[in-house]
């Protein structure tokens, strides 16, 4: 019997011929990835040159803590030579960071002290967000384990109709088929083929929000056209076996999928079409985070609000996920366009996504966000409401005052 893509790789980097959902496998780690947020270090580490240091989470620094955070990464990348540290004004959003450098490489094995960084299987790369003691242990010895699960795949199939984006993908399948505890994710089909890299990356991305382990992508001409203008580092595409063994194959025909709105919450079976979003007045709205602040999500909010204004009752604020993104902004008129509109654009970080800074949430508001979560809590008071859409969803409600679908703006 044939393997998925998660279950190739793992076996590659086990040293093993094959596995199969069940094995408990240890695995050599290709990259070992540190952001600034719960900073976690050993006394030694297995290979200068595989372990990448990133800000992102509080950037520039709010606090005292996250200051200190940010000074013992500078020091630690000094005292055991690391060259890959983006330190702030190289910066980004830990995913966007590690794609535009050329870290998450197809077929090898990523490890992250963040939850979202199933993302990086954009690029065919087994990524897998992991706790700051685990992280240490990778860091100094090069080794994790896991416990391979099976795979689902998703074959998407059509169009994209208007405003509709891979953000709605991936909320109509946490809507219609829940989550996904200890299992891997594969999407494939017309769509993805179609699909920009920075769709795939928003599809991996919030795979994280259904409980995926891994969520893989094949590496097709666009995803090596990619890697090739940022690195040079050697890397073996892994595709799935013909006769690779599924726990279940779904086929959607994206062209009848509507804009999606996942409620206050948790994303898994609480999606519903924002058409059916009525009377939902909103105080702020965010467009950013490593789900949707790439800059084609900009370009989106750009165009909807050029000769327009949000709503005076609405904060908007638009977070690019990396200075490059933010650069490509500033040269491409988006950011002039977005601040016209009486929004606020501000640096590259996380942001208000994680409720740390730049837009913590009140007891009172009422956020419709294009970031990743939306649990209690998550982006500030507990008592504010949350929900999320795609950056056309976001853009449309931050001009009309209440959740809208897209296609009604007039």
Same mark, same amino acid.
């Given at each position: 019997?044939?393997? *998925?893509?998660?279950?190739?790789?793992?076996?590659?980097?086990?040293?093993?011929?094959?596995?199969?959902?069940?094995?408990? #496998?240890?695995?050599?780690?290709?990259?070992?990835?540190?952001?600034?947020?719960?900073?976690?270090?050993?006394?030694?580490?297995?290979?200068?040159?595989?372990? #990448?240091?990133?800000?992102?989470?509080?950037?520039?620094?709010?606090?005292?803590?996250?200051?200190?955070?940010?000074?013992?990464?500078?020091?630690?990348? &000094?005292?055991?030579?690391?060259?890959?540290?983006?330190?702030?004004?190289?910066?980004?959003?830990?995913?966007?960071?590690?794609? &535009?450098?050329?870290?998450?490489?197809?077929?090898?094995?990523?490890?992250?002290?963040?939850?979202?960084?199933?993302?990086?299987?954009?690029?065919?790369?087994?990524?897998?967000?992991?706790?700051?003691?685990?992280?240490?242990?990778?860091?100094?010895?090069?080794? *994790?384990?896991?416990?391979?699960?099976? *795979?689902?795949?998703?074959?998407?199939?059509?169009?994209?109709?208007?405003?509709? @984006?891979?953000?709605?993908?991936?909320?109509?399948?946490?809507?219609?088929?829940?989550?996904?505890?200890?299992?891997?994710?594969?999407?494939?089909?017309?769509?993805?083929? !179609?699909?920009?890299?920075?769709?795939?990356? $928003?599809?991996?991305?919030?795979?994280?929000?259904?409980? !995926?382990?891994? !969520?893989?992508?094949?590496?097709?001409?666009?995803?090596?056209?990619?890697?090739?203008?940022?690195?040079?580092?050697?890397?073996?595409?892994?595709?799935?076996?013909?006769?690779?063994?599924?726990? !279940?194959?779904?086929?959607?025909?994206?062209?009848?999928?509507?804009?999606? #709105?996942?409620?206050?919450?948790?994303?898994?079976?609480?999606?519903?079409?924002?058409? &059916?979003?009525?009377?939902?007045?909103? *105080?702020?709205?965010?467009?950013?985070?490593?789900?949707?602040?790439?800059? &084609?999500?900009?370009?989106?909010?750009?165009?909807?609000?050029?000769?327009?204004?949000?709503?005076?009752?609405?904060?908007?604020?638009?977070?690019?996920?990396?200075? @490059?993104?933010?650069?490509?902004?500033?040269?491409?008129?988006?950011?002039?366009?977005?601040?016209?509109?009486?929004?606020?654009?501000?640096?590259?970080?996380?942001? @208000?996504?994680?409720?740390?800074?730049?837009?913590?949430?009140?007891?009172?508001? #009422?956020?419709?966000?294009?970031?990743?979560? $939306?649990?209690?809590?998550?982006?500030?008071?507990?008592?504010?409401?949350?929900?999320?859409?795609?950056?056309?969803?976001?853009?449309?409600?931050?001009?009309?005052?209440?959740?809208?679908?897209?296609?009604?703006?007039?």
């Amino acid at each position: 019997m044939g393997m *998925t893509i998660a279950e190739k790789i793992l076996a590659r980097k086990s040293g093993r011929s094959t596995v199969s959902p069940g094995d408990v #496998v240890v695995c050599e780690v290709d990259v070992a990835v540190h952001i600034d947020i719960g900073f976690m270090t050993p006394k030694v580490i297995f290979d200068p040159d595989r372990v #990448v240091l990133i800000a992102d989470h509080a950037v520039p620094a709010p606090s005292i803590q996250a200051a200190e955070s940010h000074q013992a990464m500078r020091r630690f990348a &000094e005292q055991h030579g690391i060259k890959a540290f983006y330190d702030i004004g190289r910066h980004g959003i830990v995913h966007q960071a590690l794609a &535009e450098r050329g870290h998450a490489l197809p077929g090898t094995l990523l490890a992250a002290g963040d939850s979202h960084t199933c993302a990086a299987g954009a690029f065919n790369c087994a990524a897998r967000g992991l706790g700051g003691p685990e992280m240490v242990y990778i860091t100094a010895t090069g080794q *994790t384990w896991f416990q391979v699960g099976p *795979t689902v795949r998703f074959i998407l199939e059509g169009e994209l109709a208007g405003p509709v @984006a891979p953000r709605d993908i991936i909320h109509y399948i946490a809507g219609e088929y829940g989550d996904f505890v200890g299992k891997n994710l594969e999407f494939a089909g017309p769509t993805v083929d !179609a699909m920009s890299i920075a769709g795939r990356q $928003n599809i991996a991305t919030m795979s994280a929000e259904v409980s !995926a382990e891994f !969520a893989l992508f094949e590496a097709d001409a666009k995803t090596l056209d990619y890697l090739r203008q940022r690195t040079d580092r050697p890397f073996e595409p892994v595709s799935p076996d013909p006769d690779a063994s599924y726990e !279940a194959v779904h086929t959607i025909a994206v062209g009848r999928l509507s804009p999606q #709105v996942a409620l206050p919450g948790k994303v898994p079976h609480n999606v519903v079409p924002a058409s &059916e979003i009525h009377g939902v007045k909103i *105080t702020q709205a965010f467009i950013g985070s490593c789900a949707n602040g790439r800059l &084609e999500d900009l370009a989106v909010a750009a165009e909807m609000l050029k000769g327009r204004k949000i709503h005076p009752s609405v904060r908007m604020i638009v977070t690019p996920g990396s200075q @490059a993104v933010y650069l490509d902004a500033v040269k491409a008129g988006y950011v002039e366009t977005i601040v016209e509109a009486d929004a606020v654009v501000t640096n590259s970080t996380c942001g @208000a996504c994680g409720g740390g800074h730049l837009g913590v949430l009140a007891s009172d508001d #009422v956020c419709i966000t294009a970031s990743t979560r $939306n649990f209690q809590g998550r982006m500030g008071s507990p008592t504010a409401q949350v929900y999320l859409g795609s950056p056309a969803t976001v853009t449309a409600s931050a001009i009309r005052g209440e959740i809208t679908d897209p296609r009604d703006l007039d």
